[in-house]
């Protein structure tokens, strides 16, 4: 078993990178077989995606575009309080096939307001894909289509997860020591 120290704790060693590939392939082949015909806009939503995005796209044999956005809270001016947006966004996607590519989903918070922005954007359909999903700590009832590996609830870094930043890098993924 291998341990790191990332910032200030350690982590050991959790999911290879050989593991996190043949998932990667899975999710790319159920991708081009239900998309087949379809162009659609994949996008990425950063920091924590763009290893996954980077590595599914090279499976996806589709005619198709890639975006990356961020997910922008803050606190608006209204009493509604906390407003969400997509930051980066620089072209339409009304009408679109879209599929997000997440690098973990946990609560489905996250989730949950993306899609909300998405079908005030009048896409045409929408996927899922996630390179960890956390099924315990799922609240929402939204599908994830696309999974590459389930996980606990355990807090993980690597393969573009972070710890305070750091530990994007690292190609496996590694759980708290
Ligand atoms: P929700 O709860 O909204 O969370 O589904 C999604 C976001 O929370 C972060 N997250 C993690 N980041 N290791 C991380 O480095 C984890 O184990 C983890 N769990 C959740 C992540 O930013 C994700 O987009
Ligand atoms: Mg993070």
């Not at 379809?38 to 290893?51: I, K």
């Not at 796209?57 to 922008?72: D, P, Q, W, Y």
């Not at 949950?112 to 998405?118: A, G």
């Not at 599908?143 to 496996?172: A, C, M, T």
Request: charged fraction near 25%.
């Amino acid at each position: 078993m291998r341990l790191i120290t990332v910032k200030d704790k350690q982590f050991k060693s959790y999911i290879s990178s050989v593991k996190i590939s043949e998932a990667v392939k899975k999710v790319a082949e159920k991708i081009n077989t239900d998309l087949a015909g379809e162009s659609p806009v994949f996008l990425a939503v950063l920091n924590g995606s763009f290893m996954f995005a980077a590595d599914l796209m090279k499976e996806i044999n589709l005619n198709c575009e890639i975006s990356f956005v961020k997910l922008a809270s803050y606190h608006g001016t209204t009493s509604t309080g906390t407003v969400s947006e997509l930051i980066g966004l620089n072209q339409d996607i009304s009408g679109r096939v879209v599929i997000i590519i997440e690098d973990i989903v946990d609560t489905g918070n996250t989730l949950e307001k993306l899609v909300e922005i998405l079908n005030n954007k009048k896409v045409k359909s929408f996927k899922i894909a996630t390179a960890f999903f956390k099924p315990t700590a799922y609240t929402k009832k939204l599908k994830v289509d696309y999974v590459g590996i389930e996980i606990p609830n355990d807090f993980v870094v690597g393969y573009g997860l972070d710890y305070d930043g750091y530990g994007r890098n690292l190609k496996d993924v590694f759980v708290l020591a």
